[in-house]
């Protein structure tokens, strides 16, 4: 009696996430394909650049930024599949384990896709703030950056976004004067209905 059972069982077990392992396997081979596409539409273009060229301001922060949003299309991507994978779990678990529609299980199903939907919604706010900050900090790099370009035209040697070990330079000028490092930081004013108009003075930077 007990090796029916047992066959009953996982072949309740199997059929149930058949469904599941099927959809899985589509979503692998799709974006393996298109990620194997690329990489080789890749491969087969040669650059025109036979040396490293020096990073623009603000270079590591674009491309932060980049990274961010490919972390913002995953979790978007998780969203929608998440729902669908526990819906066809509850169908098969339904028509090919016959298990019962009972309250508790179909509360239970929707209890996880929404706190897993809230999860994901929730890193999405959190990665598109993140995203903002480098953008708006990559702005200000590519502001002070242009400024410090000015010097070039008096002899000095400005470079961008040098990285080190653990950490990176903004901004680097060598001149007769000296070596001087900058760095950039930057602060959002959020608009209000009375607040008056900010006023500046457009400065270049010398030696």
Not at 68 to 97: E, K, Q, R
């Amino acid at each position: 009696m007990a090796q029916p059972m047992t066959s009953f069982i996982t072949g309740s077990l199997f059929f149930t996430l058949l469904p599941i392992a099927v959809s899985l396997a589509i979503i692998f081979v799709v974006l393996t394909g298109i990620g194997y596409y690329q990489e080789r539409k890749h491969k087969k273009r040669q650059s025109p650049l036979t040396s490293k060229l020096l990073r623009s301001p603000g270079y590591t922060l674009i491309k932060d930024a980049d990274d961010v949003s490919m972390d913002i299309v995953a979790n978007m991507f998780g969203i929608w599949i998440f729902p669908v994978l526990i819906y066809s779990s509850h169908i098969s678990s339904s028509y090919f384990a016959n298990s019962p529609e009972t309250t508790s299980r179909i509360l239970i199903n929707v209890i996880a896709v929404i706190a897993v939907e809230a999860f994901l919604v929730r890193k999405i706010i959190q990665l598109g703030d993140k995203r903002k900050r480098l953008r708006e900090g990559y702005e200000a790099e590519s502001a002070v950056g242009s400024e410090l370009n000015h010097l070039m035209l008096d002899g000095a040697r400005v470079f961008h976004d040098l990285q080190a070990e653990n950490f990176n330079l903004d901004h680097v000028i060598v001149s007769t004067k000296g070596v001087f490092c900058v760095e950039t930081k930057s602060r959002v004013k959020y608009f209000e209905v009375d607040a008056k108009p900010v006023s500046y003075t457009h400065l270049r930077a010398h030696e």
